[in-house]
C-alpha cells in the first residue's frame, strides 16, 4: 500500500518525460466556434484513454482521499459516519504538528539544495571527456536504479551504532575515539537521512543539469573566449543562465520527490519513537498506523493537507522563479 | 507544462495519500448467523516464520477441505504489513473469515466477530487454559480465541557470567545490578543488559519489569500505569542505562529483533529477555553459552512470568459460522495446534498441550510459569491505543533527559481518556 510511495519517489524517469516543453502556442486552434466543436468531438477518441486513465488514478482517489477525511473510522477500519472536519481540527491541534512541518522544511530545503550544488559539479564533470567516462557515468546512476527502501535499509546497517562499518572506519582511522549513533542521536539523526536523501537524489539531478549543459552551444563559448571571458566569467554569465530552464526543472521534480519521500525517512528513524524526526509523509503514516491515534480519518485529512501544501509550494516557487520566462 | 506539472504533482502526492487514507467503503461487518452456507471461507494469518507458517497453513487447508468440502483460502502477511492490511480489509467491507491478529477486543468493540458461544465446541473451550480464556474475554463472552503463547525468560550469557566471576543468575534488582556491572566492566564493548524500549515492542519489556515489581497495566478494572510501583520499575531501568550505564546505548531506541537480540546473539550482552524463538535461534547458532532463568523481582519474591498470546477471531458474516466453527474444531485438535506450536517454536494455549509439551526438557522453565503468567489487557479495547502510545513514548523516559514519571502520567491520562 504505502510502499507504491518507493515507486512513485523511485520514478523519477517517467515524470522527468513529462517535463517536454510545451508546444508553441501558435498551434492553438482559431477561435471559431463551431470549428471548434467538431474538433473536440472529433479529438474525444484520442483524448478518451488518457482522459479515463486521468479520472481513474487522479480524481477518483482524490475524491475518496477527501470522503475518507470528513468520515469517522474506528480503530478496526470500521466506518462509524461522518465526521464532518473534525479530523481536520485534530491535525491541526495534534501537538507535534509544529515539529513535523519544521523537519519537513529542513529536509526538503536541505536535500534539495546540496543535491543541485553537488549536481552541478558532478554534471560539470561528467559532460567533459576522460577515460573511463562512461564508467563513472554508470556508477553515478546505480544509486538512482537502486530501490530507496533496499538503500534506506543498506545505509541504517552501514551507519548502525553496534555494527556500522561508517562508525568503525571512523574510529580505525583515527576520527572518532567512540562511536557514534547517526541514526539514534537527535543531533544526528535528520543529517543522515539528509546525506542518504542527497544520495539517491544525485542521479536524476546529475541528468537533468548534464542535458542541460549539453543543449548549451559550443560557439556561445567560444565566442565569449573570443571577447576574453574568464573560465570564472563564462560560468558565471553563459553557464548559469543557460542552464536555468535544467536547474528550474531540476528543483520543481526534486521538490516533489523529496517531500514526498517517505522510505528514506520512515526507515532510517523507525527505531526513534514519537514523530521527534518525521516529515509530513511519515506523520500521515503514523497517524494511521502507528501512533495512539491510529484514524484513517486524521490520516486521509493530513494527506489532503500534504497535497495543497506542495501545490502551493511549487506555485509559489514557479512564480518567484518566473517559470515562463524560462521555458518559453 | 504548468498544468501537467501540476497534475503530475497532484498524481505523485495522491498515489500515495490516497492509499494511507484508504478507500472505506460501507459500513463492514454482516449480520452473521444467516444466509447460505459458504463453500469457501478466507484466513488472513501473521507470518511468524518464513519457513513454517505458510506451510502448516497451507496443509491445514487440504485436511480442512477433506474434512469439510469447503475451500480454505489462506493469505500468509508479515507482522508489518497485517495492521494495515486488516484495517485496509475491513474498510472495504472485506473482512476476512478469520484473522490472526495479537488484538481482538476493538474489533469485538465493533460487533464485527462471532463469540466463543456460537462457534467453539465446548470441549474446545474446556481444554483452552484458562489465562487465555480471560485475556480473550470482552464482556463476559470470549472472542479472541488463542493460536499460541510464548512466556519471556532471563536468558544469560554463561561465558559472561564465568569471566565476570557470578555463579548464579540474579533473584533481585540489586543483584541484577551488580551482575551487570560486573559484565560491562569486562569491557571491549559487552553490555551487562540489552534493553529494547524502542518502539517495535516496548510495552512487552516494560511489562516484564513491571509485573516483577508487583505493577500492573490496570489493577480491579482500573487504569494503573503511574502507579507508584511503576514509576519506581521505569526510574530503575532508565537508572540501568543513564548511571549504572550497563545497557547498551540509546535503549529507548533500540528495537528486539534488529537491537538487542542481535547483541545477545553475538556475545557482546550479558542479559537479555528473551522467548523460545530466540532459543532456536541460539541452538542454532550454537555461538553463545547460553541458559534461562525466571526474573529477578524487586525485593527477591516470587517471580512473575509475562505471557503473551495471539488470537484467532472470526468474523460475522452471512451463511460462514459452521464453516468458521468446523475451522476451529480443526485447529484445535491435538495434531493440529500442537504441530503449528512446536514448527514455531511456541508453546501451548491448551491443557492437552502443555501435557504434550511437557516431555521437553528445554521448555520446562516456561510451561511451569505458563499457567500463572500475567498478560497485558488485550481484553480492554482501550489497550490497542494505549499500547501504541506506549511503543512510541516510553523511550523517552529512559533517555538522559527522560522523566518517568512525566511519561507514566501522560500515558495514564491518555488510557483513562479512552486511549
Redesign the interface.
Known sequence: MIRSQARSSGSGAGAAGNAAPAPPRGNRPAAGSGRTEVRVAAALPWLGPALVLIAAVVFYPAAELVRASMSDYSITGLLKGSAGLSNYAKVLAHPDLGTVLVNTVVWVVAVLVLSLVISLGLAQLLSKEFFGRKVVRWAVIIPWAASLVITARLFTLLLDYNYGIVNRFLIAVGILDTPIDFLGDDRWTMPSMIAVGVFVTLPFTTYVLLAGLKAIPGDVYEAARVDGASPRQAYTRITLPLLRPALLVASVLNIIYVFNSFPIVYTLNDRNPGFAHDTTITFMYKLAFKSADKSVGMSAAAGVANVLLILVVILVYLRVSRWKDATE | ??K??????????????????????????GSGGGGEPVKKIKLVAAEYSKDNTAAFWNKFAAAYKAKTGIDLDVQVVSWDDI?????????NNAAPDILNLNAYA??A??S?LYSSDEVLSDSVKSDLLPNFVQSGTYQGKMYGMPDLSSARALFYNKDLFAKAGIAAPPKTWDEFTADAKKITALGD?TVGYAMPL???E?QAEFSIWMFNNGGNWKTDDKWTINSPQNVDTLTFLKNLSVTDKVT???P????RT??AF??FQSG?AGMVVGFSPLAATLDKDAKVQYATAPMPTKAGGAPATYGVTDYLMAFKKPGNQDAVKAFYDLYYSPDQVNTFIKAEGFLPVTESGVKQFSSDPKLKTYLDTLTGAKLTPTDD?NW???K??V??????AVAPNGDPKAVLDKLQA?AESG?
Open positions: 507544462m504548468l501537467r506539472l501540476i497534475a503530475t504533482t497532484a498524481v505523485a502526492a495522491l498515489a500515495l495519500t490516497a492509499c494511507s487514507g484508504g478507500t472505506g467503503a460501507g459500513t463492514a461487518g495492521d494495515q492490511q486488516s484495517s485496509t480489509m475491513i474498510q476493538s474489533y468493540k465493533d464485527l564493548g524502542g518502539p517495535e516496548a547498551q546505548n540509546n529507548g531506541k533500540t528495537d534488529d537491537g542481535p547483541l557482546r479495547p490497542d491505543r494505549v501504541l502510545a511503543q512510541q513514548n516510553i523511550g523517552a491518555q486511549g
